[in-house]
């Protein structure tokens, strides 16, 4: 059971240059989210979506966009990189209903920004 | 809007003093509520979770949570640490509007 699946692992982009992250999850998920992790900060929400078919900003959402493709996937989207989006990104998924809220995460993808 | 705060950024112990992280959200509807831990270079794995119920909470490795209402607080224990410990600690809050929000976490160093 490959959980949360994340591509790449590690990526370096020059400043103005575009690329999307991919994730996958197996578990029939309804919501999924993109975090990013810088130190002191914590994880940040960029964007989520509750279910499929709906996508919503989080606290971080400048300079991104997303797509929720299907059930299993949501990409996430720099149009024109930055250094200040260098960080650690992490996507999420979860189920609904009580009880079964927490999130499971993928592997997290570095990208630094030059 | 909703929001949690972790206020210990880095905590030091030595091995086998009890550990206390605190955690404190602010949000007035019905709350759920984690604790994560990430060990060094891998990613958020769960220790424990309280939807509703015992406001005591027991994780793996020997974790445990109280949730205490009137304080907003949901603090992480563990009465005994090990060098196997060291790790990051998140506190984390899901909302009603399907949002996991996370705070900026404490850093637990244990020294063997």
């Known amino acids: 059971n490959a959980g949360v699946t994340q591509t790449p692992k590690f990526q370096v982009l020059k400043t103005g240059q575009s690329m999307t992250l991919q994730c996958a999850q197996d578990?029939?998920?309804?919501?999924m989210y993109w975090y990013r992790q810088d130190p002191g900060m914590g994880l940040r929400l960029i964007y989520y979506s509750a279910s499929e078919g709906t996508t919503d900003k989080g606290e971080v959402p400048n300079g991104y966009n997303v797509s929720r493709l299907n059930k299993r996937e949501f990409s996430l989207r720099l149009e024109s990189a930055a250094p200040s989006q260098t960080s650690v990104y992490f996507c999420?998924?979860?189920?609904?209903?009580?009880?079964?809220?927490?999130?499971?995460f993928g592997q997290g993808t570095r990208l630094t920004v030059v | 809007a909703q929001s949690v705060s972790q206020h210990n950024h880095h905590v030091i112990l030595s091995e086998a003093a009890s550990l206390e992280l605190g955690c404190n959200y602010s949000?007035?509807?019905?709350?759920?509520l984690f604790w994560y831990v990430q060990y060094p270079g891998q990613h958020l794995q769960l220790l424990l979770k309280y939807f509703s119920g015992d406001p005591l909470v027991k994780g793996i490795k020997g974790f445990e949570a109280e949730f205490i209402k009137s304080k907003f607080s949901f603090n992480l224990r563990k009465p005994s640490v090990q060098w196997s410990d060291t790790a990051e600690y998140f506190c984390a809050v899901y909302s009603s509007a399907s949002k996991i929000i996370f705070g900026s976490g404490t850093r637990l160093s244990i020294r063997p």
């Open positions: 949000y007035g509807g019905t709350v759920n």
């Open positions: 578990m029939n998920h309804n919501s």
């Open positions: 999420a998924s979860s189920e609904a209903g009580t009880g079964k809220l927490e999130a499971f």
